[in-house]
Nanobody
Framework: QVQLVESGGGLVQAGGSLRLSCAASGRSFSTYAMGWFRQAPGKEREFVARLRWSVGSTYYADSAKGRFTISRDDAKSTVYLQMNNVQPGDTARYYC??????????????WGQGTQVTVSS
């Protein structure tokens, strides 16, 4: 049974940094893509970043480019989202997702419960 458990959210001031973690278990993720998504109150869920586990290639939403970095630790089976220079617009619940890589994207079959990030101005 695949489990994704996010952690690392919290309250941070604008301009600060935060690192989110997603501990993945239940299967081998070597053929999978791992993604971070976020959803703010009253808004639709949006893509933030993606990583293909086997090759480590990454892809970012425009809003994340230059500020956020997705990475993985094979030994810990954990994916991270390093968030720098966060802004109030980054306030949202952040979700980790996993699924088979499909072309240049992925089919996200599994989702975590999310971790809340709140950025104060």
């Amino acid at each position: 049974q695949v489990q994704l458990v996010e952690s690392g959210g919290g309250l941070v001031q604008a301009g600060g940094s935060l690192r989110l973690s997603c501990a993945a278990s239940g299967r081998s993720f070597s053929t999978y893509a791992m993604g971070w998504f976020r959803q703010a109150p009253g808004k639709e869920r949006e893509f933030v970043a993606r990583l293909r586990w086997s090759v480590g290639s990454t892809y970012y939403a425009d809003s994340a480019k230059g500020r956020f970095t997705i990475s993985r630790d094979d030994a810990k089976s954990t994916v991270y989202l390093q968030m720098n220079n966060v802004q109030p617009g980054d306030t949202a619940r952040y979700y980790c997702a996993a699924g088979p890589a499909v072309g240049i994207g992925a089919r996200y079959d599994y989702w975590g419960q999310g971790t809340q990030v709140t950025v104060s101005s």
